[in-house]
């Protein structure tokens, strides 16, 4: 039953991609923040993958190692009778690229979907195995 | 008797745990499809099978491309099976920039192919089983 790892390893795929997509709904939700709690336009965040080792030096799974935020200046706008423009009239709002974040989803589900599908094929064949003689 | 028995299961015994095994290997492989610098891996199945049960195909070579230590300093390949075969690093058709050497394409057709073998190893299995069943509840 060596195969049940791949569960191990498909689902830590699923668990890295899930976080991914929570990373982009947050980007995409605040594409037009113009300041957070801290008084600062929101920044990008992304998701970085590393291999994770479980043991077989092969069979490998992956993990998310951090989340960094992206450093790119905010857009500025300017928009003077806005209540946060500073003093030359501009606003500054987060520096998520819209276009980027929608790519990253299509992405993250089509590595989602094709981690459910492995689960599922994994599945049906230990299945198969169980009934093996019967 | 059991001798008999493993000669006629064994092949097919051997069959399906290198495939749960390639299985496993493939879905690591599509697991980290997004993973810079993972580099795809997989095994020659043909050499691993006849290493398991030890059976010289007619005709076939034996495999000369494992990599020889021929001196103390030699570096051994990365990873080696139960069995003694290699898990080898997959050659990209179209490198990427994040130095990821996974082709969807290629991991997702030899999981669904490997997938189906695994069946038909399974299958050939149920049916020895059952031709001994049917012989040994006769008479």
């Known amino acids: ?134 | 008797m059991t001798d008999k028995l493993d000669g006629l299961l064994g092949f097919h015994a051997e069959a399906l745990k290198l495939r749960a095994r390639r299985q496993e290997l493939l879905a690591a492989n599509l697991a980290n499809g997004d993973t810079p610098h993972y580099k795809a891996v997989d095994f020659k199945f043909a050499d691993a099978l006849r290493a398991a049960t030890g059976a010289q195909a007619t005709g076939a070579p034996a495999p000369t491309d494992a990599l020889a230590r021929t001196r103390p300093g030699h570096i051994a390949s990365p990873a080696r099976m139960a069995n003694g075969t290699e898990t080898l690093y997959r050659t990209p058709v179209q490198p990427s920039v994040d130095g990821n050497t996974v082709d969807m394409d290629v991991e997702r057709a030899q999981f669904a192919d490997n997938a189906v073998r695994y069946e038909a190893a399974l299958q050939f299995l149920n049916h020895h089983i059952k031709t001994l069943l049917a012989a040994s509840s006769q008479g």
């Open chain 1, 1 to 134: 039953m060596s195969m049940i790892k791949v569960f191990d390893v498909a689902g830590s795929a699923v668990s890295s991609q899930s976080q991914r997509l929570n990373v982009v709904a947050s980007n995409l939700a605040n594409a037009d923040s113009v300041a957070g709690p801290d008084g600062q336009p929101y920044k990008a965040r992304h998701v970085v993958f590393a291999t994770q080792q479980t043991g077989d030096p092969a069979a490998a799974g992956v993990r998310v190692t951090g989340i960094v935020t992206d450093q790119t200046p905010g857009r500025r706008t300017f928009d003077p009778k806005h209540p946060m423009a500073d003093g030359e009239g501009y606003v500054t709002t987060s520096n998520v690229n819209v276009v980027e974040e929608m790519v990253n989803m299509i992405s993250a589900s089509r590595s989602y979907q094709t981690s459910v599908e492995v689960m599922n094929t994994a599945k049906t064949l230990l299945l198969k195995t169980l009934t093996l003689g019967s």
